[in-house]
């Protein structure tokens, strides 16, 4: 039983509730040498939705950079991605449409910033299994530096009906030492 | 041995108070996500900035950027070099029952190789934002302080909930 640590209020409940229905799948870590991608395989089809966690920073000479994904293998041009951003100063909205061979659904800090400085990325798959419909995605994501950085809302689809098996997650350069990713099961 | 995602602990005010902390936080984890229901005991209506300290940490060693909606504008902003990561809260003078909600995520809190990053989402009843946050430390995290800025209280039955997030 895990204890009460710390709370200072003037009232708590503190309840210990474990839960099985969010699960830890698999996690990589990239090593001294870098990756150019990161991948998940034999994803099990037994839960409901997933979602990715991660940290990533690129060894590209840039600010910041696009993550993207490819399902089970597909480099064909099957995804589409939509965002909303803010840099500080504007709000901007776009999209990627038509036969895009990748989905983008987070951000990586570059090599230009500070070492300590990773781009973070909440990713959500939803109903990755239901084969009665094409794979959506939804994130946030983004970078801060101290003086400028980017937030994004992002949404995309892949436009196959197929349950995801693998996941592979790809910088725009190369992942670069300490990028984190963190794949997660949730039970319907 | 820690489930995946678990409660650590919650909050919930009986009575008004001038802080909610979370202190001795496990090193079990891989990410905090913590969910605050503020509101504070200002008269005035609409919303307020929540002042986030972690660590106890009080130096000018935090900046965020964010994007706005509210059905006026939408919008960015930013801030640098600031002293606080700020939150959401909502004022009481807005209709009885209305807590802003902040939705927060410290990302792999206790990693010694990396900055703290927290990227959160808040909603109120004026506006809806996402906003991520940089605290400048490699330090791990091992509390979480939230104050109202102009020293008033958090309200009866403002709750906060910080859970732990396990990787393989």
Known sequence: MSPILGIIASANQGQFISTTSYESIATTTVGAGGASSVEFTSIPSTYTHLQIRAISRVTGATANENLTLQFNSDTGGNYNSHYLYGTGSAAVGGAEIGSQTTAIVGRSSGANLASGIFGVSVIDILDYANTNKFTANRSLCGVDQNGSGIILFESSLWRNTAAVTSIKLLPESNFAQYSSFALYGIKG | ?168
Request: with cysteine; proline share 4%; glycine share 8%.
């Open chain 2, 1 to 168: 041995m820690p489930a995946t995602y678990e409660p650590i602990a919650t909050t919930t005010l009986t009575s008004p108070a001038a802080s909610i902390s979370f202190s001795s936080i496990p090193q079990t984890y891989t990410d905090l996500f913590m969910v605050a229901n503020l509101r504070s005991s200002d008269p005035r209506s609409g919303g307020q900035s929540v002042n986030l300290r972690l660590n106890g940490d009080s130096g000018t060693n935090y900046s965020k950027t964010g994007v706005y909606g509210s059905s006026t504008s939408v919008g960015s902003f930013r801030q640098t070099n600031a002293g606080v990561i700020e939150l959401s809260c909502t004022m009481n003078g807005t209709a009885a029952g209305v807590f802003a909600q902040n939705r927060v995520n410290i990302m792999n809190y206790s990693n010694a190789n990396v900055f703290k990053t927290v990227l959160y989402r808040v909603d109120t009843e004026i506006y809806a934002s996402g906003e991520i946050a940089l605290y400048r430390s490699t330090s791990a995290i091992t509390s979480i302080t939230l104050t109202e800025p102009s020293s008033l209280n958090w309200v009866t039955g403002c709750s906060v909930t910080l859970y732990g997030i396990k990787a393989a």
